[in-house]
């Protein structure tokens, strides 16, 4: 603005000041909203944080204590690396484990890793932390059958959940190795895992080929009954999603989906509403997710695939939330 007599001078200055602080209050605003947490308490944008190294698809990552536990495909040991440094450490030997499927923790402390295997559906490998103790027991399933596992939370308290894709039942189990319950779950075609999240909740997921199957994640009671769902027939859009690998609580009852074939990680609340696609980038497939909410980082096992969408590699990348 250009002030040129001193008749316009006062009303100039007057006009200028205003302006000033106009735009210093919308500075303010702007600031704030871009500091304004959503409905999941996610604030900022995710940065790589770290990586671990390149090898065979990973199946499973757990970091318990100062360590981190990795399993991958066809490797008969569980890999452990320090937490701080994500330097390798040392290698723990499962016998009779042939193919690595997937991973979780039960807890609290002193915790264990419960690994299923791809050959062998009706047992489950425990082995306890740090001592790396190895025992198993039985999911009462049929030895051919996938299972997807999910972790000790603060719905589950100790107990860990294991979800049998041919006969569709969610069941709870104790440490020992008792069952605690059990759902079927009969309208969700071969479901994947299983995540409690309310005290009679479980988040399901499912989803792997061409239409007309369907790509979702359902809430369902304790009956087994389908209360809402995520998704539909596979897409990359809002409302979509391309093979939902995998499930892990989050903050504020919210749930992350491992969105395999769209290769990003989506964040649904608890009604599982869309809230944001969290990390779209720096991943090739997100096979399993952990989200450590004390030190704030999202571990996501990462693999690489071939032509027919088969792992031909893998990696753990860390991402800082």
Known sequence: ????????????????????????????????????????????????????PVGRPVYGVQPIGDEIFVIRDSTPYIEVYDRNTFQPTRNITVAGLQGPYDMVQSSPEPASLFVADWFNG???????IPQGVVSNWSTLEDSFTTLGLARSNAYTGSDIVVTASAS?????????????????VPAIPSPRQSIQVRRNRYAVCHGYGPPPELHRVCL???????????????????????????????KNDCVLVADTANQRVVALNKNLEHVRDLIAYGIDRPYRLF???????????????????????GRVTVFLL
Request: aromatic residues 8%; proline residues 2%.
């Open 1 to 52: 603005m250009h002030c040129a007599k001193n008749g316009a001078m006062e009303m100039c200055r007057f006009v200028l000041a205003f302006l000033l602080i106009l735009t210093a209050a919308e500075c303010h605003n702007f600031g704030k909203s871009a500091l304004r947490k959503d409905e999941c308490g996610i604030q900022k944008t995710p940065i790589l944080y770290s990586t671990l």
């Open 122 to 128: 009706n047992n489950l490998f425990r082995i306890e």
């Open 291 to 313: 989200f450590d909410e004390a030190r704030g980082l999202l571990y996501v096992a990462d693999n690489t695939v071939d032509n027919q969408g088969i792992a031909v590699s």
């Open 220 to 250: 369902v009671d304790a009956s087994g009954t389908v209360d809402r769902c995520y998704g539909g027939t596979r897409g990359s859009g809002v409302g979509q999603l391309d093979v939902p690998g995998r499930l892990e609580p989050f």
């Open 168 to 184: 569709k039942k969610v069941k709870k189990f104790e440490v020992s190795g008792s069952m605690v319950n059990e759902i079927t």
